[in-house]
Nanobody, 119 residues
Framework: QVQLVESGGGSVQPGGSLRLSCAASGIISRGNTMGWYRQAPGKQRELVAD???????NYADSVKGRFTISGDNAKNTVYLQMNSLKPEDTAVYYCKIVVFTPWPPRDYWGQGTQVTVSS
């Protein structure tokens, strides 16, 4: 059974930093894509950043230069370093893994972790 466990959320003042972690268990294959999404109240879930097995990264424009995604493909873990946080970054952050083996690809989601940026 695939499980994604997130940690590292919390409350921080504007300009502060947080680091999110996500570990996937129950997955034997490697070469998967992992990423972070977020959903603010009343808004749709949106991509924050993702990283492929070749360490190619993709970021939402709103977080470029402030957030950094990294991962350990062999361990199916992913991290999100969030710096210079803004109140508009407040949301529930979800980890996702796209497992390609066996085909077809399947998505798995974590339970979410709350990030609140407020003075």
């Amino acid at each position: 059974q695939v499980q994604l466990v997130e940690s590292g959320g919390g409350s921080v003042q504007p300009g502060g930093s947080l680091r999110l972690s996500c570990a996937a268990s129950g997955i034997i294959s490697r070469g998967n894509t992992m990423g972070w999404y977020r959903q603010a109240p009343g808004k749709q879930r949106e991509l924050v950043a993702d990283i492929t097995t070749g360490s190619r990264t993709n970021y939402a424009d709103s977080v470029k230069g402030r957030f950094t995604i990294s991962g350990d493909n062999a361990k199916n873990t992913v991290y999100l370093q969030m710096n210079s946080l803004k109140p508009e970054d407040t949301a529930v952050y979800y980890c996702k893994i796209v497992v390609f083996t066996p085909w077809p690809p399947r998505d798995y989601w974590g339970q979410g972790t709350q990030v609140t940026v407020s003075s």
